[in-house]
């Protein structure tokens, strides 16, 4: 007797996926964890996992404290909205297959289509659709129900997963026909179909059909009834312990198939009870019938599964559906295909390549970095190449990787790039020690002291951020690239720097931003070149630092004094553009006033005052005092305050001469006499405004 295990037979890819996180999130012993209704229809399942703490429910109001797992049916908005508010932690296992119509549904519903989904009314799944259009949406179970609608405007249809081709098509032709504006999406899963397709050609061959599966699992009782139709004696049983020997005498060939809630641990001990069943009787060998490339025998361990698969159109033949109705493209493992992004969930991405059923790309396929979520790296509609990991797994499903279609075209180009030096753009992905982490398609190396020209302390601001960088280093065989984006920038400057020197002008007034600042000036960036702002030309007056009259970060306006070409210097001047306290300096200080200074600087022959920042006269020794004066010191001191006359103004020179002494002889032979003439000197930030006039007529005899 030889058993033959149909290709497609067992857990879909959606229950695999809810089983898993269900298993995971009860293993993180973070509390209770609750099922919103049973997570599989497989009453052996259910109990296992009842076993290991999860709780089913009926209604998120029965929960406690907790975490709720959303089955793989998917819910409507309202159930996460009230699962939120009880507190709940929700781990949504919804299908993506499933998330994706839901989100369909919701848009056409935003479009202003009146929705109808073709699927059972009572449905969970077809109960969460409907919610995700806030409750508008129409249920039709089939054609004649859809002929039923009464319905003016455009139409957005799409299916519960589970649906036949058939039933969909039917339905959009019906409403297509009736003159309505009709929008058709396909919503259908191909897992059904491909499972029942597949037990069907097994009971063409075998003389019993044994259909591994739940009681309560209408798609397990489906491929029971197709294997029927076949014309092989069919059994559905739960478990082994079911099987009865005597089914099989004067058999020759058994078929097994599994509904899409049977894991594979139930799978793997019905084989085993029919191994011991041979040995008893024709001792043949156990041949398994592969899905195309080999061996679908069951997994180790206890197979995890969900609900979503079971499909309730009882109805339902399996023939070639979609396959009749839509031209598919067959693809290999190894193959690189161009899709489209038609949903991004939150651990996986859907990718139409044009195949029988969307692709899957799992989050860890999406890029060679680290991501936190899908949408970091994608967006539905945007068009990328995938890797085929998996043509059909076991579960029916396209495995695909982005990472891996990326990275077989970043090595050629990167290659390409180390010689031609062309620049490389990627995405920042993750800051660790020493540098970036960069997608360029395969994960590059940028250290920080080439992540900008000068240091970078924080290096975070580079996250997700994308980059142009170039080639340094590359080691295919140890997947190692290095990168330097400061080569590219240095570049740049350089370029800038040759424009900005074929085009300035001297005495031409640029706007410009203080980058550092030195002893002896500051560097000016003036639209990416730097200029130096040498201290004597940063203020009138004298200065120390250049720290007294800019800081870093000063946004200023400059003038160019002088470019040199050959050296590829800038110089630039502050004080150009400010006003000069030189100019009418005669009127300000006219022969004869007299007016209050500070003492500066002391010579051998005198004593420099200044009048204003910017303005400073001489007092000479012989008119320090009315008597005879050695060394400035016995008369004044730095820092102090004189009453000086004005002896002369040369503006072209920058000299004022001035008098103490003939201060003090007018003092002796006139009365006190009023100065109010007023001038002022601005600072160059404006803040600063000086006016002496005042001072003159209050302070000068009057104060004696
Ligand atoms: Fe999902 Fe398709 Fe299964 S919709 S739950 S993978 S039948």
Known sequence: MEVRVAGKAGFCFGVRRAIEMALDTVRERDGPVFSLGPLIHNPQVVHRLAQMGIQTIDDVHSAGEGR??????????????????RGLHVVDATCPFVRRAQELAGALAAEGCQVVVVGSKEHPEVLGIVGWTGGSALVVEDPVEAAAIDVTGKIGVVAQTTQPYAAFESVVEI?????????????????????????????????????????????????????????????RIETASEIDP??????????????????DWIIEEVMNRMSEIQDQNIPEEIVQ?????????????MPEETSSEETSSEETMPEEGMKDAVEVRAVRHGEIVKGTVVHVGQDEVLVDIGAKSEGVIPIRELSCCEVNSPQEVVKVGDEIEVYVLKAEDNEGKLILSKEKADAEKAWAGLEEMLESQEPIAGVV??????????????????????????????????????????????????????????AVLEEDYARLRL??????QEGQVVPGVVRRLTQFGAFVDIGGVDGLLHISEMSWHRINHPSEAVKVGDELEVMVLKVDRDSEKISLGLKQV????????????????????????????????????????????????????AKPDEVVSEGEEVNVKVLSVDPGEKRIRLSIREVTKEKQTREPREYTREYSSKTQDDSEVITIGDMVGRDLFDKE
């Open 289 to 301: 019938e592969t899905a195309e490339a080999g061996e679908t025998r069951p997994e180790e361990g």
């Open 578 to 629: 400010l006003p000069n306290p030189w100019d009418n300096v005669t009127e300000k200080y006219s022969v004869g006033s007299i007016v209050i200074a500070r003492v500066v600087r002391l010579a051998p022959f005198g004593a420099f005052v200044q009048l204003e920042p910017g303005v400073e006269g001489l007092v000479h020794i012989s008119h320090l005092a009315d008597r005879h004066v």
């Open 499 to 504: 424009d900005m020197l074929d085009n300035l």
């Open 175 to 235: 409403l297509k026909r009736a003159g309505n504006q009709v929008k058709a999406c396909n919503t259908i899963c191909s897992a059904t179909s491909e499972r029942q397709q597949s037990a069907l050609a097994l009971a063409r061959q075998a003389d019993v059909m044994l259909v591994v599966g739940g009681a309560n699992s209408a798609n397990t009782r489906k491929l029971a009834q197709l294997c029927r139709a076949a014309g092989a004696t069919a059994y």
């Open 68 to 85: 709720l797992i959303i089955r793989s049916h998917g819910v409507g908005p309202d159930v996460m909205d009230a699962a939120r508010r």
């Open 246 to 263: 005597l089914w099989f005498s004067g058999v020759r060939t058994v078929g097994l198939t599994a509904g899409a809630s049977t894991p």
């Open 429 to 486: 992905r993750e800051v660790v020690k020493g540098g970036l982490l960069v997608d360029v398609g395969v994960r590059a190396f940028l250290p920080a002291s080439l992540v900008d020209r000068g240091y970078v302390e924080d290096l975070s601001k580079y996250l997700n951020q994308e980059i142009t960088a170039r080639v340094i280093e590359l080691n295919r065989p140890r997947k190692k690239v290095i990168l330097s984006r400061k």
